[in-house]
């Protein structure tokens, strides 16, 4: 699996719009993008994946480029409750989940 | 629906005492996996499970590690004798399916976790 590069940390405003960037420069044809997050203390949880087009659901959107070489994952709003640490992971067919340092996102009031 | 269920939440033992930790997943969930997450790092997967078959256990110290998941459900993770080194987060996971058949491989529901200290 194609390996991904992500800020170590990052701050935001509440309410506004956090934009969490991910390189993954090596990624095939075949495999997937994915996000998690992990707030402190527990385990982590799915946010969402796409492999070309752009995918939006009730957690989040990710927006990747044209060329795949690199994604960002939004949170339209965010609030305290967001603060955690984001995992962006390549994942191929079959392949095991494999998560690097992350970035750490801390909402602020 | 209940999610991952994962006990006991907290251990401390002294180093060279055996441990267990118990791991009910997702009901319907073929793939079980353990990952151990040291302080400020991600998660590292130990061992993956297909049903009862452990597919996956190249990262699974064989020496003082073990895993089973009899029946196909519930799953078991021992450490015998424990080592300092051994103080982290287990965490277990499941999943529908590993990409057989067409199924996505990377929607994984995770538990809290078991916190082990050893002294």
């Known amino acids: 699996d194609a390996k991904t590069t992500q800020p170590p940390s990052m701050d935001c405003a509440e309410g506004r719009a956090a934009n969490l960037p991910c390189n993954h420069s090596?990624?095939?044809?075949?495999?997937?993008v994915y996000w998690y997050r992990q707030i402190h203390s527990q385990g982590p949880q799915y946010i969402i994946h796409?492999?070309?087009n752009n995918e939006t659901n009730e957690m989040a959107s990710l927006i990747i480029t044209e060329d795949r070489k690199s994604s960002t994952l939004i949170l339209p709003h965010a609030t305290l409750r967001d603060t955690a640490v984001y995992y962006c992971i390549v994942l191929g067919y079959g392949n095991k989940l494999v998560f690097g340092a992350g970035t750490i996102l801390r909402v602020k009031s | 629906e209940a999610g991952v269920v994962q006990s006991p939440r907290y251990k401390i033992i002294e180093k060279k005492q055996p441990v267990a930790f118990w791991c009910n997943p997702i009901s319907g969930h073929n793939t079980l996996y353990w990952y151990l997450q040291n302080l400020g790092q991600g998660p590292e997967l130990l061992i993956r499970?297909?049903?009862?078959?452990?597919?996956?256990d190249s990262q699974l110290p064989k020496d003082r590690f073990s895993a089973e998941r009899l029946k196909g459900v519930d799953s078991t993770l021992k450490i015998q004798p424990a080592e300092l080194g051994d103080s982290a987060v287990y965490l277990c996971?499941?999943?529908?399916?590993?990409?057989?058949?067409?199924?996505?491989?990377?929607?994984?529901?995770f538990g809290e976790g078991s916190r082990l200290t050893v002294l």
């Open positions: 796409g492999l070309k």
């Open positions: 996971a499941s999943s529908q399916g590993t990409g057989r058949g067409g199924m996505n491989t990377g929607e994984l529901f």
């Open positions: 499970y297909e049903n009862e078959e452990a597919v996956d």
């Open positions: 090596t990624i095939s044809g075949n495999e997937y």
